[in-house]
């Protein structure tokens, strides 16, 4: 069975074989003072090869060595992980407060408050835009629009998401939008509607342009 040498004498043994090398014709003591890299290095080389078990243990070393760099660069914690939160931004119409859900809720929901007063859900989607490049700086965000379907749009999408099929679906299909101060839900297709959800990401004076925020 294999054995790797004794590390405690393995310096010893290093410093043997190649004081056996620099006494030889080929490495006289004169010439070993004034040996080059090459030199040197081709003396390590006929070092190794003349050593069975130091050759084997160097191969060792170099494997551990390959191993351990492939799963530090693999499970290193220092990297930032890219992330794909399954929520999304939704506000509550009755308390003009944010709140999260899953992104294939799809709007109308119910809300924190519980119904409106006509006994529609409360929970509407909200575009969170910021001109932070971050989109750290809760104070820089804000509500581009709302949206929100209508009752045979959630229908048509909710049947896409059960049978696999929501990329068939065109993104304009049953949805509506609107401002927060607007009183009047809009067809996001329609010229109002366009108007609204361009203007949301209109450039700001350093002309940077808005980006969505996602959910912590």
Not at 155 to 176: C, P
Request: charged residues 25%.
């Amino acid at each position: 069975m294999f054995k790797l040498p004794d590390w405690k004498y393995l310096k010893y043994q290093l410093e043997q074989k190649w004081s056996d090398i620099t006494a030889s014709k080929a490495y006289s003591s004169k010439a070993y003072k004034g040996d080059s890299f090459l030199q040197r290095l081709v003396a390590f080389r006929i070092l190794i090869s003349t050593h069975p078990v130091l050759k084997i243990s160097i191969s060792v070393l170099c494997a551990i060595l390959i191993i351990s760099t492939l799963w530090l660069s693999l499970f290193s914690s220092d990297e930032e992980k890219i992330t794909n939160p399954n929520n999304a931004w939704f506000y509550d119409i009755n308390t003009g407060k944010l709140f999260t859900a899953e992104k294939t809720s799809f709007p109308p929901i119910e809300a924190p408050s519980g119904p409106m007063p006509n006994g529609q859900p409360s929970g509407v989607m909200a575009n969170v835009l910021t001109y932070d490049p971050t989109g750290k700086d809760k104070s820089q965000q804000f509500i581009g629009y709302l949206e929100k379907l209508t009752e045979e749009g959630k229908q048509v999408w909710q049947n896409a998401l059960e049978t696999d099929k929501l990329a068939e679906i065109n993104s304009s299909t049953g949805r509506l939008v609107k401002r927060i101060g607007d009183e009047k839900w809009i067809k996001a297709e329609s010229p109002e509607g366009l108007e609204i959800r361009m203007l949301a990401y209109e450039p700001n004076e350093k002309g940077q342009i808005p980006q969505y925020v996602n959910p912590d």
